[in-house]
């Protein structure tokens, strides 16, 4: 079974990467949406994969470092694409707890990525 928990955060960005003139080298700010997915069996007491309050516990702290600030200043966010924030996020979250299968990052309402690991 998949357990899932949303949260949401604001942050600013740029891509250095982009040529000049593309609109994404200049710092802007997003909303993203994050649901992360948690799978496996229940536990044969408490009847779940996990509880989400220790689900919260551990995503909080993440996304409070990350929350409100220039993601192009935190340490392997140099390039903050969705899809490098989405490693980053997976690299902090499957560390403590393993059972992370799936990280779904909006960076708007029409764009983001679907991670499941390397
Ligand atoms: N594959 C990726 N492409 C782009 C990324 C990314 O992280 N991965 N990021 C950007 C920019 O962050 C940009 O702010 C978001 O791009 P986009 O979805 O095109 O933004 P719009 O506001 O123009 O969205 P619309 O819904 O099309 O108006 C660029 N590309
Ligand atoms: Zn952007």
Sequence with gaps: MKIFKK???DSAHFLPNVPDGHKCKNVHGHTYHLTVFFEGDLDDHF???IDFGEVKKVIKPII?????KLLNEIEGLENPTCEILAIWLWDRIKTQIPALATIKLYENPSSGVIYEGS
């Design 7 to 9: 949260f949401t955060f």
């Design 47 to 49: 009847k779940w994969v």
């Design 64 to 68: 409070d470092s990350i929350d409100h």
